[in-house]
Structures are given as structure tokens and as C-alpha cells.
């Protein structure tokens, strides 16, 4: 008893089946990605678009890297021989370096809002808008981006407190711990700064109020000092600045000074994510 032959099958299946295999991405776009997983990816993708711009401009780092040179070297040094600071068991050297890691993050960062004015001149900035990417996430990801830079130029820091003999960990979960740490200082004022670029609009009155912000931020905050001797008016000042919550976290993982590390990561993402909202409100009439 023969098998009974299967039935051809239609020349049209035939012909539609290989092509909808071959060319069915070609013939039907993908459906884009929706839900949760959208703002992560573009941030990441904004973040990595920043990054690269750095391969092209290496000696930013290290022309960066001589004023907090500067700092241990002709401060710490000079301020550790008159014993001005009382800073208990602690070198003075030992306790200025987690404040100028953080100092030299804010530099970098408390100024990004120039490039963001720079990409709206040259247009970059409305053909980025005109994307599906969530302003929120066009504004983390040169947020994060300018923590990571932040991240490399703390590590020369640490390279050269390492060669003063300054008694840092070198434990890995404490130094990735500080990675984070300034990642999230570094967003918060890199927000900042692209906050005030979508108030002022303009380049020059960004440069004139980034410059009258960084020294009193770094001067009222713990960088220098601590907290106890200061004036009243000016410990409250410090517990309301941002820096102040990334030094004590830097120097609690760095060289093990008592801190509030639970406090500390909780005020700056807070603060990060405030900043990054703000500054995705105003990215809008940035660009008109």
C-alpha cells in the first residue's frame, strides 16, 4: 500500500515563505522597544556618545589634574607643618585628599552646561530633541558621562596622593563604592550646571556664574575643614551643599574617617535625580 503523496504546496507559499524569512525586517520594521527598558538603553547610549569625544581630547585630564597637584602639594603640605586645622589622629594630608578628588569632580563638571550651549549653537542639540530618546534620559546620560570623567580624574588624584604616602584603601568594594559616589556628585552638579545654561542661555553668563558658584561651594563645604569649626551660619550652609554629603562619604571609604555613608549615597541621588529632571525641564527653551 503506497503513501499518498502530500499535496504541492502553492507557488505562492513557496515564494513568500523564504522571502518573509530573508527580507522580513526589510519589509516590516521592528517594533520599538517600549516599557522600562527604554530610558536606560538611550542613557547609555547618550553616555557612551559622550565618552568618545574624549579619545579626542586626552590632555583635558591631565592639564586638569595639575590644580589638585597643586592643592596637596602647596596646601596639604603647608597646612600639615602649622598644624592650623585640628583634624585629630588624622594627617591633614590624609584628610584633604578625599576633598580635592571631590573638588576636582565639581570642576568637571560644574562647567558641562558650556558644551550642551555649544551643541545648541551648532544644532546638534534640536536634532537630538527631534528623537524619540526622553529628554530625561539625553540629560543622564551627559550627566553620568561627566561622572565617569570625574571618576578617571579622581584616579590621578589618587595616583598622586598615593605617592605623597597618603594612607588610602585600596580595598576594591570601598574604591568602587567611591567610583559611585563621585559618579553621583558629578551628575548632580553637571545638572546643575545644564540648569542654569537653560536659564541664561548663553555661554558667557554661564562662565560668570559658574565661576562665582564653584568657590563658595568648595569653601563651604567639609573639603578643607571640618564642619565643627566652622561658624554657625556656615555649618548650615555646609549641610545644604551636596559636596559636603560626597566628601564625607569619600573620606569614610578612603581613609576610614567615622561618616554617615547610608545619608551620604541617599543625598546625592536624590539630589541627582532632582537635577536631572530640572535640567530636562529647561533643555526645551535651551534649544529655541
Known amino acids: 500500500m503506497s503513501a499518498v503523496p502530500a499535496a504541492p504546496r502553492p507557488a505562492s507559499a513557496e515564494r513568500d515563505g523564504p ?46 589634574a595639575v590644580q589638585p ?36 569632580a565639581m570642576f568637571i563638571a560644574i562647567f558641562y552646561g558650556i558644551m550642551i550651549i555649544w ?6 542639540l534640536t536634532k537630538l530633541l527631534v528623537t524619540p ?23 590621578v588624584v ?25 559618579v553621583l556628585g558629578s551628575a548632580f552638579f553637571s545638572c546643575l550646571s545644564m540648569t ?3 536659564i541664561v542661555l548663553t555661554r558667557d553668563r554661564l562662565m560668570g556664574i559658574g565661576q562665582a558658584i564653584t568657590m563658595p561651594l568648595f569653601f563651604g563645604s567639609n573639603a578643607l575643614y571640618p564642619v565643627a569649626v566652622m561658624p554657625g551660619w ?3 550652609v555646609s549641610k ?8 564625607d562619604a569619600l573620606r569614610g571609604l578612603l581613609i576610614g574617617t567615622p561618616a554617615h555613608l547610608g545619608a551620604d549615597f541617599g543625598v546625592l541621588a536624590l539630589a541627582a535625580l532632582a537635577g536631572i529632571t530640572a535640567a530636562a525641564a529647561l533643555l526645551g527653551r535651551l534649544a529655541r
Not at 21 to 33: I, K, N, S, T, W
Not at 77 to 91: H, N
Not at 161 to 174: E, F, Q, S
Request: proline share 6%; aromatic share 8%; net charge positive.
Open 19 to 64: 522571502v518573509e524569512q530573508r527580507y522580513g525586517l526589510l519589509l516590516h520594521p521592528p517594533r520599538a522597544h517600549g516599557g522600562w527598558r527604554v530610558v536606560p538603553a538611550r542613557v547609555v547610549a547618550m553616555c557612551v556618545v559622550e565618552l568618545r569625544k574624549l579619545r579626542h581630547d586626552r590632555a583635558e585630564l591631565y592639564t586638569r
Open 69 to 104: 597637584a597643586l592643592w596637596l602639594l602647596i596646601f596639604g603640605q603647608t597646612f600639615s607643618r602649622i598644624k592650623a586645622i585640628p583634624t585629630g589622629d588624622v594627617p591633614y594630608v590624609d584628610y584633604l585628599a578625599p576633598g580635592i578628588i571631590a573638588q576636582s
Open 119 to 124: 551643541e545648541r549653537d551648532s544644532g546638534v
Open 133 to 155: 530618546t526622553p529628554r530625561a534620559a539625553l540629560v543622564a546620560g551627559k550627566a553620568f558621562a561627566a561622572g565617569v570623567k570625574a571618576v578617571v580624574q579622581g584616579a
Open 158 to 182: 589618587v595616583v598622586i596622593a598615593a605617592l605623597m604616602g597618603v594612607a588610602l584603601t585600596w580595598n576594591p568594594l570601598r574604591l568602587l563604592a567611591a567610583a559611585v559616589i563621585v
Open 196 to 198: 542654569i545654561a537653560g
Open 234 to 236: 556656615l555649618q548650615a
Open 240 to 247: 545644604a551643599n551636596p559636596l559636603s554629603y560626597e566628601v
